[in-house]
């Protein structure tokens, strides 16, 4: 590794990815949840990246919020050159890369930066040293404002207990081995096989071995950058905790929605053991003994201000929300650590088809609406909650700018000619102006938008032949009839949610 690494893997960039939930309208929707207030920027809001890799989730942010300022810091410079070129190349001027390590902002030889609203980092405090992790803390106590956010996901134990051996086989070998980090991993790979089929005891009762072995595709850079750090380690709730709390910041609540509701995530006997303990660390902690989590997602606030449980379900009842994919494939059953959380019909279905029907719209709007023929909830913060748990409905912002339009437009069609590169698990991220933030959608939702924008009268019929035809080789036989009619019946269907979100008029 070269010598300024830090015992990080700098031999290879990091994949190109983008998370969503660091965008500033997610975090202050989860700080409403938990009964605490966003931050309140006068003037422009000021949001910070830390460890911002490839610049993608930066680079959305900044392009869906032109009225924040976006500084995003890697210590890496091949990744801040392209991703700087990229910004400049989406003409994306709210948006500055910086490269720095942590250390060096922690001892004043970094660039020269604000005070932030916002602090995010997506994986990075498990991944680095002792002393970059001290370096963090003093930059969130320097540079965070009263009132900011901090958004910090990482590897967490007691979960991901059996990642340690895994890991450290995986660094051992490769350290071993000539070649690049991906290389190097890839030996690791071969070598924790070959033990398994041998009959490798702590192997063979290691479940994250099988399922790491049964991945198809893996990809090499990911596993580089997870595996083949000197410093990775997973963290204790309660360490990290600890260690924010040196910069005056308090843990506020989960990042992700379903993991507010202790009834879908621990058992009732569960629940009333950690209801003896008062302290807040204490219990977050013992919830970790109790779920099968290997990955946390924080959201920590300095100077936490919070609300009555009235005032809470008030400003809830206020926030509009949008459907984001069509009614007839919304979910009224989520998978849980519990089992399955079964979302009672009488109640939601008349809020996800008014959704579809209208639009962004609050909750407050829908529940006071006369045509509202459902069930009263009991609760606005667990329908809120678990709307966003769904993964079908985001908070919204009514789109008023013909620019800001036009610009997520202009992102988005850069983004459907290298669908391949920018593909993951989650889909493809487009800039929707209606959700101030990316949004992973199918590659169909993709194309589809695309020569929408290119063709604004376009027809059902004619769009789905041309979605058919936009990857096809030129020499390919026509597709059959029945394949034409379900995609008609498709962008028939999302037509409407795609305006919701502005990605078309």
């Known amino acids: 590794m070269s010598d300024w690494s830090g015992g990080y893997v700098t031999d290879v960039e990091y994949v190109t990815a983008c998370y969503p939930e660091q965008a500033p309208i997610h975090l202050d929707l989860m700080a409403l949840l938990a009964g605490v207030e966003a931050p309140n920027a006068r003037g422009r809001a000021q949001y910070c990246e830390l460890g911002a890799g490839q610049g993608l989730t930066a680079i959305l942010i900044a392009a869906t919020n032109p009225e924040i300022d976006v500084h995003a810091i890697d210590f890496m410079p091949a990744q801040v050159a392209r991703a700087q070129a990229l910004a400049d190349q989406l003409e994306i001027g709210n948006v500055q890369f910086h490269e720095a390590s942590f250390i060096d902002m922690a001892e004043g030889r970094g660039p020269a930066l604000p005070r932030f609203h916002y602090v995010t980092m997506h994986g990075v405090y498990s991944w680095v040293s002792r002393e970059n992790q001290r370096a963090i803390v003093k930059f969130l106590a320097d540079r965070l404002e009263p009132g900011g956010l901090v958004y910090t996901s990482y590897n967490a134990l007691p979960g991901w207990s059996e990642g340690i051996p895994v890991q450290r086989l995986l660094f051992d070998v490769g350290s071993h081995r000539a070649g690049n980090p991906a290389e190097r991993v890839g030996a690791g790979f071969d070598l924790m ?136 494939d919304f979910a009224y059953q989520l998978e849980t650590p519990t089992g399955v959380a079964t979302l009672a019909e009488e109640t939601y279905r008349p809020l996800v088809e008014a959704l579809a029907e209208r639009g962004p719209t609050t909750i407050g709007e829908l529940l006071t609406d006369p045509a509202y023929k459902g069930r009263r909830p009991t609760s606005v913060t667990e329908v809120v909650g678990m709307l966003m748990a769904s993964r079908a409905v985001s908070a919204a912002v009514p789109v008023e700018d013909p620019a800001l339009t036009a610009h997520c437009r202009q992102i988005n069609r850069y983004v459907a000619h290298r669908m391949a590169q920018l593909q993951t698990r989650s889909g493809v991220p487009l800039a929707a102006p209606a959700l101030r933030n990316a949004r992973h959608l199918e590659q169909i939702d993709v194309v589809a938008t695309y020569l929408i924008n290119q063709q604004p009268g376009i027809g059902d019929e004619a769009l789905a032949a041309r979605i058919l035809a936009f990857a096809a080789p030129d020499d390919a036989p026509p597709p059959p009839a029945e394949e034409r009619d379900r995609l008609r019946a498709v962008v028939a269907g999302r037509r409407g949610i795609w305006r919701y979100l502005g990605l078309i008029d």
Not at 213 to 229: C, D, K, S
Not at 231 to 252: C, G, I, M, S
Request: net charge neutral; with cysteine; aromatic share 10%.
């Open 193 to 328: 096989e070959k033990l398994l089929k041998s009959g490798a005891i702590h192997l063979t009762s290691n479940q994250l071995v099988k399922e790491l072995l049964e991945v198809e595709g893996r990809n090499p850079t990911y596993l580089a950058h997870e595996y083949m750090n000197q410093y990775w380690k997973p963290l204790f709730f309660a360490d990290v905790a600890r260690d924010f709390a040196e910069a005056k910041l308090e843990y506020a609540g989960p990042a992700r929605p379903l993991e507010l509701f202790d009834q879908f995530m621990i058992s009732d006997e569960q629940q009333a053991l950690i209801a003896r303990f008062p302290d807040p660390i204490l219990a977050e902690t013992l919830r970790d003994y109790c779920r099968p989590r290997t990955f946390r997602a924080d959201i920590h606030v300095k100077g936490a201000r919070r609300m009555s449980g009235a005032e809470r379900d008030a400003r809830l009842a206020a926030v509009p929300l949008t459907l984001c994919k069509s009614p007839l």
